[in-house]
């Protein structure tokens, strides 16, 4: 069996060059607004930044949509929230312009996170006079510091923390700190103990070539120790029915499904006590690694080169950096939604047995790191060429 501790990559030698030849940090003050990505591993993600920039001394502000909002609360360095009654697609410049009316004059610099050119509207309409950020979407004219976009697929924390203007960017990794009292309410009213419990976060927005197997995850259920607590949006409820149906039919009540029947923050704290966690590449898999739980994370048509979980605790299972396993994966990474050869051999090919053994090792100690060197190249390449 080979396991690979998540650890930052070779490929975090990006280029993060500014196209102005202004120094971003030449100026920095006090109020600074974040504007942040829609998803929430991106929101994770986006936390070394925000370390960096309260270590120089910026009260950080951060615009999110509702459902990543709680990511933000749970960084001890943001001063505040603002959550943003955007809706996905469209412009929306009506509702943008009312919030820019409302903030102007308040911050000195914008970080405008996500690339898309309706991300730096509002930046650009509050009048603030710094805005930072990618070039992303052709957004020449509505950000003043703008950094070339990455030709390759970059660790997604230094493509962040590069907003920063700051190097040395490999040794990032995301924390999240929950309340213990939000955590101990949790438990109370859901009825579980701490460290009681395995939670498996089966979803993965991106689509079904992220996924590990349903059946794979309830073989799984079956042969742990303890009870397993599923976690995910509504729209994951049947799936989460689908893995819990089996399993209770072996082990009554010993597996729950909360699938959309938790709030983020819940779902936070369900992860911050549970004793390990089993997911796809997901945003979950982000929250778990930021909590410093232990976690076996499973990758198959995304890369943990590019979104890695950034943890001493986290075991990653990936078919292509297997020496093992034959015939060799020389479709992964694809980061396509659907297998494009209808195989999904990355995933499937993956048995509960494995995960159950990287799981054990989480008890004991931690498997030392493994990225087979001529696989980790071949992926590199295979990235920049996309």
């Not at 910026?58 to 909002?69: D, K, M, Q, S, Y």
């Amino acid at each position: 069996m080979w396991h690979a501790r998540a650890r930052p990559s070779a490929l975090t030698a990006v280029p993060f060059t500014s196209l102005k030849t202004v120094n971003i940090l030449a100026g920095i003050t006090d109020n600074s607004l974040v504007i942040a990505p829609q998803w929430i591993g991106d929101a994770v993600m986006t936390e070394p930044l925000l370390r960096r920039l309260h270590a120089r001394g910026e009260r950080i502000t951060v615009g999110a949509l509702p459902w990543v909002a709680p990511v933000y609360r749970a960084m001890p360095q943001v001063a505040d929230v603002i959550e943003f009654p955007f809706a996905h697609g469209g412009l929306q410049l009506k509702a943008r312009r009312a919030i820019a009316q409302r903030i102007e004059g308040q911050f000195d610099n914008a970080y405008v996170c996500p690339n898309s050119l309706k991300s730096a509207l509002l930046p650009f309409l509050a009048s603030i006079p710094k805005r930072i950020g990618y070039l992303g979407e052709a957004r020449v004219g509505l950000l003043t510091h703008r950094l070339k976009n990455p030709k390759n697929k970059p660790p997604m924390v230094a493509f962040y923390s590069a907003l920063s203007g700051e190097g040395n960017l490999e040794q990032d990794r995301p924390q999240l700190l929950m309340k213990p009292a939000d955590i101990e309410q949790t438990l109370r009213e859901l009825g579980l103990q701490r460290g009681g419990y395995v939670v498996f976060a089966p979803g993965a927005e991106y689509g079904p070539a992220k996924r590990w197997p349903a059946r794979h995850f309830s073989a799984l259920a079956v042969t742990l120790d303890l009870p397993v607590v599923l976690l995910g949006s509504a729209k994951e409820a049947a799936l989460c029915d689908e893995i819990a149906a089996p399993v209770n039919a072996v082990r009554e009540g010993c597996c729950l499904n909360f699938a959309g029947k938790t709030s983020l923050l819940q779902a936070l704290c369900l992860i911050a006590a549970s004793q390990s966690t089993i997911s796809n590449d997901s945003g979950l898999m982000h929250v778990a690694a930021a909590l410093g739980v232990p976690q076996v994370a499973i990758f198959g048509s995304s890369s943990p080169l590019h979104t890695p979980p950034l943890s001493d605790r986290a075991s990653v299972l990936w078919l292509k950096t297997d020496p093992a396993y034959q015939p060799p994966l020389d479709c992964a990474p694809c980061f396509e939604r659907e297998c494009p050869l209808g195989h999904t051999r990355c995933l499937n090919d993956l048995s509960p047995a494995q995960v159950l053994q990287a799981t054990r090792a989480l008890q004991g100690a931690l498997p030392e790191v493994y990225l087979h060197p001529p696989v980790a190249k071949t992926a590199e390449k295979k990235a920049t060429s996309q």
